[in-house]
């Protein structure tokens, strides 16, 4: 079956500006994550929903971020006033039940200018 | 604090080598150990799923281990090829649905 996908796939915007990145998990999967990849920096957690609650949203860097997640499916990741320092790579991952494996999208690479 | 630690960072083989990737982990309270590829510019692929109260799982020529007291992981890698040329990450969870907690990767490189 499909497996989890992401859009865009690239975003280059100017700092300043809002983005919206776009998480579509494995259908019937409950939990979703968001992960963050940027050089040097290794993986970092994010938030994690359950449904459509957010029960772990420890890893957000800053008031700027904030997640949502809608039906128990869709999620949108949104970055409110980019800096330079958000370029990186966002990732997101579902699995069927907490605890169990994670399956990762292909990413959103995002280069704020 | 729980972290994951992968040495080497790099790692040169020869085709038709068997090798062993290593990842450490602080905590031995682990819930379970994911092993992920990660091919260049791509996303992450799972590889194996150990949990806590297992010692190792096998897919294919891929072998992953698990010692809670010691904490270590090692991914055992047989008869390598050039396809399997990719950065490798483990991760860990310590309670079940709480974030991955992943190491740096080690990026092997096999060469025909």
């Known amino acids: 079956g499909a497996g989890v996908s992401q859009s865009p796939s690239n975003k280059v915007t100017e700092k300043g500006k809002d983005v919206e990145l776009r998480c579509d998990p494995i259908?019937?999967?409950?939990?979703l994550y968001w992960y963050r990849q940027s050089l040097g920096q290794g993986l970092e957690f994010l938030i994690y929903?359950?449904?459509?609650?957010?029960?772990?949203k420890s890893g957000l860097p800053s008031d700027r971020f904030s997640a949502e997640r809608t039906g128990g499916s869709v999620s949108t990741l949104t970055i409110q006033r980019t800096q330079q320092e958000d370029s990186a790579v966002y990732l997101c991952a579902s699995s069927l039940a907490r605890g169990e494996t994670q399956y990762f999208g292909p990413g959103t690479r995002l280069l704020v200018l | 604090k729980q972290e994951v630690t992968q040495i080497p960072a790099a790692l040169s083989v020869p085709e038709g080598e068997n090798l062993v990737l290593n990842c450490s982990f602080t905590?031995?309270?682990?819930?379970?150990l994911q092993w992920f590829r990660q091919d260049p510019g791509k996303g992450l692929t799972s590889l194996l799923l150990i949990q806590s109260s297992q010692r190792e799982q096998t897919s294919g020529r891929l072998n992953a281990s698990l010692d809670k007291s010691s904490g270590r992981s090692t991914l055992y890698i047989a008869a390598s090829q050039p396809g399997d040329s990719a950065t490798y990450l483990c991760?860990?969870?310590?309670?079940?649905?709480?974030?991955?907690?992943f190491g740096k990767g080690t990026t092997l490189s096999v060469s025909s």
């Open positions: 991760a860990g969870m310590w309670q079940a649905g709480t974030a991955l907690i």
């Open positions: 905590d031995s309270a682990i819930y379970n």
């Open positions: 929903f359950q449904g459509n609650s957010a029960p772990d």
């Open positions: 259908s019937g999967h409950t939990a």
